[in-house]
């Protein structure tokens, strides 16, 4: 009994290998290791994306400020120019247009701001008087709009 029992154990032990595995392939760790090293390579150096930074926006590249960070900052800084204190909410969000309303503090100027995303565009309405008097036009399809401008450079 002693002898079948060792026996057992051997064939378990041989069999628990080829079984714990998902599949029969075994990985061929070499092969990894170099495709590993391949992709590494791949990579693009930050000389590459700065010269893109140059290309593209026409301007040097700035630490610790993602590439179309700087564009979008500015146009909300004018958009803070145009109306002061402003505060918004959102009306409109999706994959190709982003509507919001701004407004002051006093909620006496609402202005109406649609960002088309596949034209790369940015509009901005006449300011309203009051939120319910913007939200009619936007509803109704009335909205006057008075600046209309691309955001792409150059």
Not at 36 to 44: D, F, P, S
Not at 45 to 73: C, H, M, N, T, W
């Amino acid at each position: 009994m002693q002898q079948k029992s060792l026996k057992l154990r051997r064939q378990r032990r041989a069999w628990a290998k080829p079984l714990a595995r998902a599949s029969g392939i075994v990985p061929n760790r070499g092969v990894l290791a170099e495709y590993k090293e391949r992709a590494a390579g791949l990579g693009i150096s930050e000389y590459e994306i700065d010269q893109l930074i140059r290309k593209l926006y026409k301007r040097d590249s700035i630490e610790g400020i993602p590439a179309g960070r700087v564009e979008v900052l500015a146009l909300l800084k004018e958009l803070k120019q145009q109306v002061p204190e402003m505060h918004f909410f959102s009306i409109l969000d999706n994959g190709w247009w982003h509507a919001a309303c701004f407004y002051n503090s006093e909620k006496t100027c609402f202005v109406l701001a649609l960002t088309d995303l596949r034209k790369h565009t940015v509009r901005r309405s006449i300011e309203y008087g009051s939120k319910e008097r913007a939200l009619h036009v936007w509803n109704h399809n009335k909205v006057i709009w008075v600046s209309h401008r691309s955001i792409r450079s150059g």
